[in-house]
T-cell receptor, first 113, second 111 residues
Framework: NAGVTQTPKFRVLKTGQSMTLLCAQD?????MYWYRQDPGMGLRLIHY???????AKGEVPDGYNVSRLKKQNFLLGLESAAPSQTSVYFC????????????FGNGTRLTVT | DQQVKQNSPSLSVQEGRISILNCDYT??????FLWYKKYPAEGPTFLIS?????DKNEDGRFTVFLNKSAKHLSLHIVPSQPGDSAVYFC??????????FGKGTRLHILP
């Protein structure tokens, strides 16, 4: 049982390049989340999804897009990467109840030069 | 505006003593609170939670206390062990599907 899997684990981008981060969960969870972690800033919510085909904005959505075409996958896209998007990105999921603890992946470390 | 605040960036505690990590919140609609622990290069892992209808929840060495009138919660770890050295995040939910985290407190357990 893999839980929440994030790919890639590391990536270096140049300013202006685009990329997609993939999050996959095998727990049949309805809700999925993308957070970014920066030094001194904690975990900040970028976007989230409460079910297949739905997405919503979190605290810091600008510069990112997301898609949830399949229940098990939640994609985070950067159309034109900026150095301010250098961060560690975490994906998480929960069952259909919000009063449940998040299950996190191990993160993707992204550097934008 | 920060809705979940962890005002101590770091804390050092002697092994065997009690560790107390604090968290304050501003949104009175929050009704579910969680603590997570994070080691370097890993994702956060769930520790313990508490609903707003309770003022205490205990799980082994970990106890969370909630003071709704003060909008304050704390995590107590007794006794502290070397493996408890990590970053601890407080998180809260208002039932609107968003789960908001604080900035974290780095706990160092000293031998």
């Amino acid at each position: 049982n893999a839980g929440v899997t994030q790919t890639p684990k590391f990536r270096v981008l140049k300013t202006g390049q685009s990329m997609t981060l993939l999050c996959a969960q095998d727990m049949n969870h309805e809700y999925m989340y993308w957070y970014r972690q920066d030094p001194g800033m904690g975990l900040r919510l970028i976007h989230y999804s409460v079910g297949e085909g739905t997405t919503a904005k979190g605290e810091v959505p600008d510069g990112y897009n997301v898609s949830r075409l399949k229940k098990q996958n939640f994609l985070l896209g950067l159309e034109s990467a900026a150095p301010s998007q250098t961060s560690v990105y975490f994906c998480a999921s929960i069952p259909d109840s919000f009063n449940s603890p998040l299950h996190f992946g191990n993160g993707t470390r992204l550097t934008v030069t | 505006d920060q809705q979940v605040k962890q005002n101590s960036p770091s804390l050092s505690v002697q092994e065997g003593r009690i560790s107390i990590l604090n968290c304050d919140y501003t949104n009175s609609m929050f009704d579910y609170f969680l603590w997570y622990k994070k080691y370097p290069a890993e994702g956060p892992t769930f520790l313990i939670s508490i609903s707003s209808i309770k003022d205490k929840n205990e799980d082994g060495r970990f106890t969370v206390f909630l003071n709704k009138s003060a909008k304050h919660l704390s995590l107590h770890i007794v006794p502290s062990q070397p493996g408890d050295s990590a970053v601890y995040f407080c998180a809260a939910s208002a039932g609107d599907d968003k789960i908001i985290f604080g900035k974290g407190t780095r706990l160092h357990i000293l031998p």
